[in-house]
């Protein structure tokens, strides 16, 4: 392996676990239905209003879906800067943060949400899935699999010190992928993942999550980011009656419930937590501790591998930093679909300070 190999991945990595942009308003539906399906009172045992929640989601949705991506509804919500939008733009980021908590839940999981016990498998299953989509059949996209195998050092599990990788995709599947190698150590602090529920390792972060991740939500004391998680395996458990930490090595993924629970407080005005999870135009503590991160191991790369990531125009301008930081020498590769990437090198070629010896 060269020296200093860094991975840029984008949504295409995980593609074959999580919708692209293509099928999110349809996986969206789903998820509005998923929620409408699970016992009310069981929620409310749990604190959690659900005709409150699903009101808001249906919303977002009506109004989401009249815009090209969700993406260009949070950035209209976002140039808007009223009190309503930066609130509608909250709870955006709440929604996705269950969302994406919903779709890397193992599909054998969802008969414990349902009521009813006759056919439950059978009436819980089918409605979820569709022919172009297997989403969650693969709770993790298996080229991650592939991804650990080849570069987690065997002595140690952790990653071979001369690979770093930079993330735009606030989802999980690193981690979730990381649990099935090592299931006693938290993958945030053993990969050195930033941003993560215990403030450290900023310094000597190897994993760097642009968009923050969904699951870490913050408080803000004084001028300070707090982040910490929701039940689950990378993120202290929280007690989800006063949200604090109880443990750090639980082994699950994130408890929807636990998101949903946070995300019916914030409607409700309950609670001040807010998703550490940014998209790339906004510019928080932790957003631009994690493009200042990524600048640093720029400068040091020698070998880029690009992986299933198309340089979205709402990127562009973090693109361009990074990318301009290339040591003149760096050797690029590119990972995509065969008949997309004479395109996407062309997209990748405008952001170079210089044609790079490009694979």
Not at 113 to 129: A, F, H, P, V
Not at 261 to 289: C, H, R, T
């Amino acid at each position: 392996m060269a020296q200093n190999v860094t991975y840029l991945i984008g949504a295409g990595a995980s593609a074959k676990a999580l919708p692209v942009v293509s099928n999110w308003n349809h996986r969206l539906e789903q998820f509005s239905h998923f929620l409408f399906r699970i016992d009310t009172s069981y929620l409310k045992e749990k604190g959690i209003e659900k005709d409150v929640v699903i009101a808001a989601m249906n919303n977002l949705l009506k109004e989401g879906i009249n815009h090209a991506t969700i993406d260009t509804y949070a950035k209209k919500l976002f140039l808007k800067n009223s009190h309503d939008s930066i609130q509608k733009l909250l709870s955006l980021k709440h929604l996705l943060v269950c969302f994406f908590a919903f779709e890397q839940i193992r599909i054998r999981d969802f008969h414990s949400w349902y009521t009813e016990d006759e056919n439950r498998e059978n009436k819980s299953i089918g409605y979820q899935l569709t022919e172009d989509y297997e989403g969650q059949r693969e709770q993790i996209d298996k080229r991650y699999d592939v991804f650990l195998a080849t570069l987690l050092k065997s002595n140690t599990l952790c990653l071979d010190k001369r690979v770093n990788i930079i993330s735009w995709n606030y989802d999980l599947q690193l981690e979730l992928a990381y649990y099935d190698y090592n299931n006693n150590e938290n993958p945030h602090t053993k990969l050195k993942v930033y941003p993560n529920g215990y403030g450290n390792n900023k310094n000597g972060s190897r994993i760097i999550k642009l968009n923050g991740t969904a699951g870490l939500f913050g408080t803000t004391k004084g001028h300070e980011t707090i982040v910490s998680g929701t039940e689950g395996v990378y993120f202290p458990e929280l007690d989800v009656n006063f949200l604090r930490p109880k443990t750090r090595r639980e082994i699950t993924p994130p408890s929807l419930i636990s998101l949903l629970y946070v995300y019916s407080n914030f409607l409700s005005g309950q609670e001040n937590m807010q998703p550490i999870m940014s998209f790339a135009w906004e510019k928080d503590e932790v957003s631009i501790k994690a493009v200042s991160l990524a600048k640093r191991i720029m400068t040091k790369t020698e070998t880029l591998v690009i992986i299933g990531y198309s340089f979205p125009n709402f990127n562009r301008s973090i693109d361009k930093q990074l990318l301009q930081l290339l040591p003149l020498d760096c050797k690029v590769y590119y990972q995509d679909h065969k008949d997309r990437i004479e395109g996407l090198i062309q997209r990748l070629n405008g952001l170079l300070r210089r044609k790079h010896n490009m694979k």
